[in-house]
């Protein structure tokens, strides 16, 4: 009797010196991204993986699997399977609440509990590299093409379409949108001049903007890119106007980087992730990720991620009804 | 010439014996990855890219792209050893490599195979040394309407070339296109044809379809065969390699034929895949001995190697000065090259000389090791012919359902690839054409969305198939080809003259 009580002291003793280790992976973790090998999700799950496997956070291995089919479909309905199961993370976009409002897919954004959101990606508004000089410019020359200019973006029904309706409505302009698979797909169309612009992130286009083939005319954020390297002779991130600035009022437009687990996983998993990407957001690899993809870091977790999503579905809600996307 | 230059500076980056030494390894382990289908190219390089964190970005691209290079010898392996193409462009491969394999002449088969994907390599290499700056305009100049060109370009030279009736190609076709549409829809974001399946939204993926089709088809018939003679004596000698690559030049026309083809859809960024198709679609109509081809015709082996090769090298090429990778491995080691730190685009070649210069000199270097080693191991590859056929049988099996399962980890694949196998078996029975079927699979998605978004472009007007003279070009090129053999054959011309009665 005595050593039971002893033993349960000592457990409650080990538990109150080290809470963060109340559970520890046992085994190997393998991390879900959904979108193809290249893709931005793929390179953020990566940059998180080199981040744990450089700096030693973990004892486990970590693979990281593409499951990028059907614009990530593929791997939430993967990780919707895995409930109960502590030893499979999903990473991916807002498209964990996105997708299911407009696209009949087998999941739904509660059927995944939230770990973090590390990263915005931000949206800039690109054209060809002789195309109109600002925005007002390229305002005008899409009023000019009667309905027939065009906006390249990757996918249909995601981020770059809806943004692409929000720019419709604020500027009072009809533009044809055309999906393409990737933003790297768009970025290429553009150079070649098949498109009149497109709404890339930083990464998919800087090598473009460094190459001469297009340019951005303005970023969709409150305040102006972090400055960092010229990426052109002339010009660097911080050079390029807020879209505010240029006279297009979309104020920010921005694309969270999610982490989730399944459902039915304990409160103590739960907390070593969370725990286990703030100590990645402290690794040089991370924050080299962060500068040279020209995102801007966040920590969004627990309540203030919950609050951070309600917000972006009524904002995605509100463009899906009008556009008369919404699943019925 | 100043090219030149740069490319003796990347030798002298890359000859070096730690990079020797990675090759070696890339190489062997390449022609592992390549060996097993369903593993193949893209799994293997994305699982050694947590290794290559810690090295420098030269010594990085090399190992990986000499794993890409033996991995792209290796999928030649099954495919013409036991009809399993572990990519979609060993595919063509398997129409002359498998029943020349049968007949008793693996070693023939399999060293006329790598002979001419090497030729059909360093052609693209060179194409690359020589034409780099300039190669990266064209591509540009590829939208939605001329993409959907080159897939029906490839589709035309493809359709009517076997000795099926017209109707049952055009089954065979639709069946693909069918198949093809499955899961989510690039243009419209909506789910199609997931029979209530949740986890077809990811559509079904190439590797499964033919691993069922050609694997389980054959092994099928195989069985219904009742087994007789399907052990194959085989002599290990390397003597016979030796000769059969010496004999190759006297393919010249078809390497050099097939070669162009290659370069002109791996720049143009239509891929291996439709290259080697096309490439022995066309070998076969104006082959003098077409009528041997899908028998064991060495020439269908050379035409869809080469062309493979050529067009797999010269891909590599808009992937580093465009940033577009031009196949799953690429946009892989691509998704590398931004771990490493470095920007894929078009100023890649002037920010970093050493990184690319050395990457093509090791593509030379890669290349020569590859088929050296690869070569090397055919006799040992042929030998598995002699194994009987009730230790083949379960083990082409265990491959098949192995290697379904590892494309993406799912059960749901290994049933499908049953089906797929009782598919391909009723095809064979029925003799209905499996080419089309295949070539349905793999670029029918990529037509659509193509045809799809030309029209959201014209807004719904034809005539951006002929706004232009490279678009017109091509669309004019797939109609002949669909419009003039039948032509000519009902004239009499396209025949050899009638024979004296």
Redesign the interface.
Known sequence: MRTLKFAAALIAATTLAAPAFAWQPTKAIEFVATA???GGT??FA??V??AI??NKLLDQAIV????G???G??GY??EKGMAGDPYHLVFGTSNTWQQPM?????FKQSDFTPIAAMVQDEFLLWVKQDGPKDVKAYIEAMKARNG?G?MGGA????TD?LLTRMIEKTAGIKM??????SG??A???L??G??DSHVNNP?ES???W????QRPLCVFNTKRLAAGPKITATEGWSDIPTCVEAGLNIPLFQQPRTVWLPLKVTPEQTAFYVDLMKKVQATPEWK?YVE??SQTQVFLTGAAFTDYMTQDMERVHKVAEEQG?LVK | MQNFDLLMHGFSIAISVPHIALMIGGVLLGILVGVLPGLGAPNGVSLLLPITFGMQPVSAIILLSSIYWGALFGGSVTSILFNIPGEPSSVATTFDGYPMARSGRATQALATAFGSAAFGAMVGVVLITCLASWIAGVALEFGPAEYFAVYFLAFSSFIGVGGSPPMKTVVSLTIGFAIAAIGMDTVSGQVRLTMGIDELVKGVNFVVAVMGLFGIGELLIAVEEEMHARAVSSRIDWGEVFRTIVGLPRHGWVLLRSAAIGCWMGITPGGPTAASFMSYGIAKRVSRRRDKFGTGEPEGIVAPETADHAAGTSALLPMLSLGIPGSATAAVMMGGLMIWGLNPGPALFTEQPDFVWGLIASMYLGNIVAVILVLLTVPIFAALMRLPFFIIAPLIFIVCVVGAYSVSNSYLDVVLMMGFGVLGYLFKKLDYPLAPLVLAIVIGDKAEDAFRQSMLMSQGSLGIFFGNALVTTLVAMGFALLVVPPLLRLIGVWRRPVRPA
Do not use: C, L, M
Not at chain 1, 64 to 67: L, R
Not at chain 1, 155 to 158: A, E, P, T, Y
Not at chain 1, 210 to 213: F, I
């Open positions: 193809g090998p290249g793929d390179n990566r940059a993986q080199a496997v450089k990281v699997v593409n499951k089919g059907g614009s479909a593929e309905t993967y407009v696209s009949k897919v087998a027939a065009k996918q249909s029904k995601d379409e044809i949108y055309v999906p393409f698979k790297a797909e970025a290429v169309q150079a070649g098949h498109v990464s800087i090598g473009q460094k190459g001469g083939t080299d040279k993809s996307w």
